[in-house]
């Protein structure tokens, strides 16, 4: 996967600028929890806290989704003889094994 430097920059200062007002609001919530001007329940917190993570995870799984769609987009080479993933086959291995055990005795005849 390449990246646009240009890009890259522009996506870093704006999430870093978003990033930082999400953590100050969020910041800014915890002293409500030290402050006798407000009564809640666990309810309350745990409904709210909720919300925020459903939020957070909705945000996440946006971004993993270009993370997806580029290894979807990839482009597969096909060769006769390769598994589908690119990984050899068991028997091009064991080929590829034997021939070289066979070069390393010829080698080691030769040599004598």
Not at 75 to 97: H, I, L, Q, Y
Request: proline share 2%.
């Amino acid at each position: 996967m390449e990246i646009n430097e240009e890009k890259r920059m522009k996506f870093m200062e704006f999430a870093g600028k978003r990033v930082n007002n999400v953590l100050h609001d969020i910041q800014i919530l915890e002293p409500m929890a030290r402050s006798n001007n407000y009564d809640f329940t666990r309810e309350d917190v745990n409904e709210m806290f909720a919300a925020m993570q459903e939020t957070l995870d909705n945000a996440k799984e946006e971004f993993e989704k270009k993370f997806e769609e580029k290894s979807r987009r990839e482009v597969k080479a096909f060769s006769f003889g390769m598994k589908r993933n690119t990984e050899p086959a068991v028997e091009d291995v064991v080929e590829e094994v034997s021939s070289e055990a066979a070069e390393e005795t010829t080698e080691s005849v030769d040599a004598e």
